[in-house]
């Protein structure tokens, strides 16, 4: 068949999807820019915010409710300023507790406001890092203070938005297997290279999907208790996975749900082709 | 107007109903033709050709759905004259790259096709569509039969061009392996 009998045949589809596709181009926007907003910034402080779906999860503990989250927005996407009292996250990241200037590197860019204005809070490179090529971990200058700034998610407009797990590796300096160092996985470590490009091939050439799909795929068709039962399932199962690089940093908050072979990734979701050993 | 009552005005024979026509859809069909042809001039002709087709055609015709209808007899009619032109190679708006991406779909031989073949596929391509979460079948549309460019998709669903790109990939590859499962070979 010739690729114009196909788009000639396609003319004839369903009228009803065609309409309501036209209507989509020229319906008003839904506006729920702001909910996304604050939807995305709840992902970053590592609470689970599901459209309609509750989800109960166990596995994070949250931080102490009277202390504010400090959240910048740069390049697309949020980063958490982490206090240097807060040892525990500096902990987790393996990151020091003071930053000295010999650590600070170059200039990057100015964190944004909520409104998109740039602000005096200047995003500079982490020099123990500058060879990973990684923008998941920059240094923030405001006047003589530093703190780090770590990468929490992409802001997206809608559920459907979602980043490849390529891009997301990439982010945190990760080409290929040889890049990572260690995967912990429900507290047990792996330094085998053949078990870490098992896994990365695996999660790298996965079907990437957004929150809409996500739901659809899973939760569709079950009425609102059954929804429930398996969200809870779910949350109750979900492994913990944190990747370390061969340049030190650090991934934390991969979900593995190993009942449905899907890993989340900071408001994106992947289906595994075939379960994590 | 309502659609109804601008059918009963062809029904009637009146001359209202290219005017309540052109009113209420001659912008749907222009940018149908445009997105196709490229050239005002050729998608203003098409939208004329369009009022003409829709005044021999009902009656008998009494569409349920007056936008699609109309939008098909433009499309087609935006379709022909394009590949008219495109024998001289001259003229194509964004369909010459909408057709490259649908030749991934297909093996690019003379096939021979008759009026069941087509209506069987036609319906296989409805099944496939009725597997795709609303938003993307919305996007495969907006793509392969509006033939809108993939910057204007992005800016509507708001979503990055190259995210609007991934996806109509996706579902490309996902189209020829739904058809190929169920025995075409296109």
């Known amino acids: 068949m010739k690729k114009e009998n196909l788009f000639d045949i396609i003319g004839d589809v369903d009228e009803q999807k065609v309409a309501t596709a036209g209507r989509a181009m020229t319906a008003k926007k839904n506006p729920r820019s702001l909910w996304m907003k604050w939807g995305a910034m709840a992902a970053c402080l590592c609470l689970m915010l599901v459209a309609s779906i509750p989800f109960v999860s166990n596995i994070h503990q949250q931080k102490d409710p009277a202390k504010a989250y400090d959240i910048v927005e740069f390049n697309s996407a949020y980063y958490e300023v982490i206090d240097a ?13 003071e930053i000295t200037s010999d650590m600070v590197g170059d200039f990057v860019g100015a ?18 890092y500058s060879d990973a090529e990684q923008k998941a971990v920059y240094v923030l200058k405001e006047g003589e203070k530093y703190s780090f700034a770590l990468f929490c998610n992409y802001i997206y407009k809608n559920d459907s938005e979602y980043t490849e797990a390529s891009e997301m590796f990439a982010l945190y300096g990760i080409d290929n297997a040889e890049d990572i160092a260690s995967i912990t996985m429900d507290g047990k470590t792996i330094k085998d290279a053949g078990e870490i490009k098992e896994f990365f091939d ?33 949350a109750d199962s979900a492994i913990e996975i944190q990747i370390v690089t061969k340049a030190g940093v650090v991934i934390n908050h991969i979900r593995h749900y190993p009942t449905i072979n899907y890993v989340y990734w900071a408001l994106n979701y992947y289906k595994l082709d075939a379960p994590i050993n | 107007m309502e659609d109804r009552d601008i059918v009963n005005l062809y029904w009637q024979r009146s001359e209202d109903a290219i005017r309540e026509t052109a009113s209420k859809y ?20 098409c939208v004329n050709d369009t009022y003409l087709n829709a005044w021999n055609s009902m009656p008998p015709h ?33 369909i010459t790259i909408v057709l490259d991406e649908l030749a991934e779909c297909v093996s690019g031989t003379e096939s021979v096709e008759n009026d069941v073949s087509r209506k069987l596929l036609v319906e296989e391509i409805n099944s496939f569509l009725n597997t ?44 020829k392996t739904y058809l190929t499962e169920r025995g075409y070979d296109l």
Request: with cysteine; proline share 3%; aromatic share 10%.
């Open chain 1, 85 to 97: 009292d807060d040892a525990k996250i500096l902990n987790k990241y393996n990151l020091p507790k």
């Open chain 1, 111 to 128: 964190s944004l406001d909520d409104k998109g204005n740039e602000t005096k809070r200047f995003m500079h490179e982490y020099v123990p």
């Open chain 1, 202 to 234: 695996s999660l790298y050439n996965a079907y990437g999907m957004g929150n809409d799909e996500y739901q659809e795929n899973i939760f569709q068709r079950m009425d609102e208790d059954k929804q429930q039962a398996l969200a809870i399932e779910l």
């Open chain 2, 26 to 45: 001659g912008g749907y069909c222009k940018s149908i033709a445009k997105n196709i042809l490229g050239s005002n001039e050729d998608a203003e002709e």
């Open chain 2, 62 to 94: 009494r569409p349920k759905i007056l936008s699609t209808y109309l939008g098909k007899i433009t499309r087609h009619l935006s379709f022909d004259k394009f590949r008219h032109k495109n024998a001289d190679k001259r003229g194509g708006g964004e």
């Open chain 2, 132 to 175: 795709l979460p609303q938003e993307k079948c919305n996007i495969f549309l907006c793509r392969y039969w509006y033939a809108i460019p993939v910057s204007e998709i992005a800016k509507r669903f708001g979503m990055t061009e190259n995210n609007v790109s991934v996806t109509l990939n996706r579902m490309r590859k996902n189209l």
